[in-house]
């Protein structure tokens, strides 16, 4: 590398820590935030359990609400509720394989019953609502139930929301928003859902 490009990567990254932290010294507010994970690609609840797990890892508390995918193993549930994050697991499966909208009904209330008390506690650092996206959808839940549950969270929690197609109004009061998109998923290529990665 001549000295001259050595020179100019030099003042080209001098130029970017300078903006980088400027960008840092405006962010100083303090509290905690709404996150939510959506979109059709894989990596929602991974990126859920993965902030559960650092939040875990710093000696804080953490809560998981999973919605939907009661019946079905999960070994992130199993790792957490060794080192005692509690858990309230939704206890039907998919709605189409119960195929009873009452039953799957009362599970979403009791979940959000289980919801709204973490979400009221000061204990708790991180609530995890996994897949509370379907229960908007199908309105199994009420919009508005949830977001005044977010709104008077304690100042300090953060939530992070999982799920497919998002409802614009809990985006809206998000802090941060990404959307998985998918540009590959392996069981489209006839690869079987494995234990360790997708469960
Ligand atoms: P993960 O739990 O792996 O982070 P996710 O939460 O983003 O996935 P969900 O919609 O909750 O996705 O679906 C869970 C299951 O469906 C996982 O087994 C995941 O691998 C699979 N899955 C996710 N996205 C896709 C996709 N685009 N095509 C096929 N299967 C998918
Ligand atoms: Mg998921």
Redesign the pocket.
């Known amino acids: 590398m001549s000295e001259q490009d050595k020179q100019k990567h030099k003042a080209r990254m001098q130029a970017h820590k300078e903006k980088v932290d400027e960008r840092i010294a405006q962010a100083t507010e303090e509290r905690g935030i709404v996150i939510v ?1 959506t ?11 993965g902030t559960v797990a650092r939040a875990v890892g710093h000696g804080m508390n953490a809560a998981v609400v999973q919605y ?2 009661g019946t079905w193993p999960c070994g992130e549930r199993d790792l957490l509720q060794q080192v005692g994050v509690p858990f309230h697991v939704m206890g039907t499966g998919f709605t189409w394989e119960t195929q009873d909208k009452e039953t799957d009904m009362k599970a979403a209330q009791a979940a959000w019953e289980q919801s709204r008390q973490w979400l009221a506690d000061p204990q708790i650092d991180l609530v995890l609502l ?2 509370i996206t379907y229960m908007l959808t199908y309105k199994y839940l009420d919009v508005d139930d949830v977001l005044q549950a977010l709104a008077n969270r304690p100042v300090h929690q953060s939530v992070v929301i ?3 197609a998002c409802h614009r109004a809990v985006i809206d009061i998000a802090d941060t928003v990404s959307e ?1 998109r ?1 540009q590959k ?4 290529a006839g690869i079987k ?1 494995q234990k360790g ?3």
């Open positions: 994970i979109g059709n690609g894989k990596g929602k609840s991974t990126s859920g359990f939907v995918k996994d897949e999982t799920g497919r998985v998918p998923h392996a069981f489209d859902a990665i997708d469960w």
